[in-house]
């Protein structure tokens, strides 16, 4: 089945492809998110977390990621604990009932990360850990494989930058060379160096965008 076809099973085409803006909360959601799902056909929500799990794992268990689910998983629970305990930005698409495609992230200070992984971010960039300093981090860019000649990926991202207009941002994936990093590039990412341990277990690639 060719990817035209795929998209009329889906019930989905590209002019229904629209990519929302959604801020979460200053401080977070906490306790009292009340998760909706994408069937409900609400605007202006935050994706609830397993929807945002089974969107990644479809998303990288294709060539070149082949990851393992449980990746996904993880990215989930990331996810939701961004979304409660702290303010996200997210650009999202949705058709179907369904999530097909997200990029969200927060701002990133290094006094707010007292963490292990941010400690590691931190040692292993060196004297380029300043670059990203008071910028914002994006955690997660996904578009459901399907859709990949829509594009889909890219208009999200798109979306998503829009959104920090003005503040610089960077992100952590794997050191391949792969079609996520290739757009990365294409909208003005570089490599700034390597982090801590992405899914194909290797040390990640950080790769960072100036204020556009």
Same mark, same amino acid.
């Given at each position: 089945?060719?990817?035209?076809?795929?998209?009329?099973?889906?019930?989905?085409?590209?002019?229904?492809?629209?990519?929302?803006?959604?801020?979460?909360?200053?401080?977070?959601?906490?306790?009292?998110?009340?998760?909706?799902? @994408?069937? +409900?056909?609400? !605007?202006?929500?935050?994706? &609830?977390? %397993?929807?945002?799990?089974? $969107?990644?794992? /479809?998303?990288?268990?294709?060539?070149?990621?082949?990851?393992?689910?449980?990746?996904?998983?993880?990215?989930?629970?990331?996810?939701?604990?961004?979304?409660?305990?702290?303010?996200?930005?997210?650009?999202?698409?949705?058709?179907?009932?369904?999530?097909?495609?997200?990029?969200?992230?927060?701002?990133?200070?290094?006094?707010?990360?007292?963490?292990?992984?941010?400690?590691?971010?931190?040692?292993?960039?060196?004297?380029?850990?300043?670059?990203?300093?008071? @910028?914002? +981090?994006?955690? !997660?860019?996904?578009?459901? &494989?399907? %859709?990949?000649?829509?594009? $889909?990926?890219? /208009?999200?991202?798109?979306?998503?930058?829009?959104?920090?207009?003005?503040?610089?941002?960077?992100?952590?994936?794997?050191?391949?060379?792969?079609?996520?990093?290739?757009?990365?590039?294409?909208?003005?990412?570089?490599?700034?160096?390597?982090?801590?341990?992405?899914?194909?277990?290797?040390?990640?690639?950080?790769?960072?965008?100036?204020?556009?």
């Amino acid at each position: 089945m060719d990817e035209h076809a795929e998209r009329e099973v889906l019930g989905t085409s590209p002019a229904e492809l629209n990519v929302e803006l959604v801020w979460g909360l200053p401080g977070g959601l906490g306790q009292s998110w009340e998760l909706v799902g @994408s069937a +409900a056909g609400i !605007l202006g929500v935050l994706p &609830p977390p %397993l929807e945002v799990e089974e $969107l990644y794992a /479809a998303a990288a268990a294709e060539p070149p990621l082949n990851e393992d689910p449980r990746h996904a998983a993880l990215f989930g629970s990331l996810y939701d604990l961004s979304v409660r305990n702290g303010q996200v930005l997210v650009a999202a698409s949705r058709s179907g009932g369904r999530l097909r495609s997200i990029a969200y992230g927060h701002f990133w200070s290094w006094a707010e990360q007292d963490h292990d992984w941010a400690h590691e971010l931190r040692s292993t960039l060196g004297d380029a850990a300043q670059a990203i300093e008071w @910028s914002f +981090a994006l955690n !997660l860019l996904a578009r459901d &494989p399907h %859709l990949r000649s829509a594009g $889909l990926g890219r /208009a999200t991202l798109q979306t998503w930058l829009a959104g920090i207009s003005g503040h610089s941002c960077w992100l952590l994936t794997n050191d391949i060379d792969s079609p996520a990093r290739r757009l990365y590039e294409s909208l003005g990412f570089f490599a700034l160096g390597h982090g801590p341990q992405a899914p194909n277990g290797q040390p990640g690639l950080v790769m960072f965008r100036p204020p556009a």
